[in-house]
């Protein structure tokens, strides 16, 4: 599987890393935007406290369960992006999710505000600055 297919595919098992080096998967929606994979996720979970120690993750294909659908593991470098980097993640995962992901999207903002959500921007591991 390419980074490619993996950023077109529906979901992804997002892999990231506790203190101990245990690691913790979760299913996230995804999108492809230029040569990096986008997430969109609440600000609050774990996921995001993981990636801001550690940014280091794996990416593999995966039902809406987390169930893995290949057996082929993607690495990367996550970052938390800034507020007007989330609110462009925001705009480029709802569109890909079409009617569900933009009311799913702007409920989660309205309810909770523009910082109860964060994007995230993860580069293949080859590439990573």
């Keep these: 599987m390419t980074w490619d297919e993996l950023a077109n595919g529906k979901y992804a098992l997002l892999t990231s890393f506790k203190k101990d080096g245990t690691a913790v998967g979760a299913p996230v ?3 492809p935007d230029g040569d990096r994979i986008v997430v969109w996720t609440y600000a609050s ?5 993981r990636i801001r120690r550690n940014p280091q993750v794996r990416l593999q294909s995966c039902d ?3 169930r893995a659908t290949s057996d082929e593991v993607l690495t990367g470098t ?4 800034d507020a007007s980097g989330s609110e462009r993640i925001r705009g480029i ?3 890909k999710y ?6 799913l ?3 989660h903002k309205l309810i909770k505000g523009s910082d109860g959500s964060v994007g995230l921007s993860v580069v293949p591991q080859a590439e990573a600055r």
């Excluded at 979970?45 to 406290?49: A, D, F």
């Excluded at 996550?78 to 992006?81: D, G, I, M, P, S």
């Excluded at 079409?98 to 009311?103: A, N, S």
Aim: aromatic letters at 8%; zero cysteines.
């Design 98 to 103: 079409g009617v569900i992901g933009t009311i």
């Design 93 to 95: 995962v709802g569109r």
């Design 29 to 31: 929606w995804l999108a």
């Design 105 to 107: 999207i702007r409920g």
């Design 45 to 49: 979970s774990w996921k995001v406290k």
């Design 78 to 81: 996550a970052e938390v992006l």
């Design 64 to 66: 809406n369960r987390g």
